[in-house]
């Protein structure tokens, strides 16, 4: 797993299967430990994260670490990507072309790593893995069994500091989330 990981890594650090690639500073695989139960999705990487080379690292990506912390979870702990691994200019949506140009990583990614728990952050990277009529309103926090993986959605951390009245929700979510590693989870 070790070696296939670090060869699926050093393909994708320097994929240019799309035009993502003539832009971007550098090509944001993941981060935590591949071994990991529990895998966290997001959309694409942002201006810092293009910079840093890891995801969720501004600051929607410190009030994520600041969720996990409330349920006993670290960066370390987990795995965290995104769908998409590079940054579009200006922060626009990934294209469709994008996405599909760089599908096959994520679903290396979660082959390799066969998580138990996956958790989509946000409406799009839950309209790509759960199903594309995701609501993410009225669905966030279920879980939803497909494939023997346990998938839930919450909402994006940028929606929350936009929006933090939608933090109590998502607070019950990382209590129901906590829940199911407890219950479904070994290591
Ligand atoms: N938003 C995302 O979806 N992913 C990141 O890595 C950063 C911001």
Redesign the pocket.
Known sequence: MDQQWEQLRQRCLVCRACSLAQERTQV?FGVGDPAAEVLLV?????A??DKQG?????R??KLLDDMLQMIGLSRERIY?T?SVKCRPPQNRDPLNTEKEACSGYLRRQMELMQPKILVC??R??AMELIKPDFRITQEHGLFFRQDGIEKMAMY???ALLRDPGKKPETFEDLKRLQAKIREICVR
């Open positions: 944001v997001g959309e694409a990487p942002g810092n994260e890891e995801p969720f690292v501004g929607a990506g965290i995104n952050l946000g799009i990277s994006h951390p940028a």
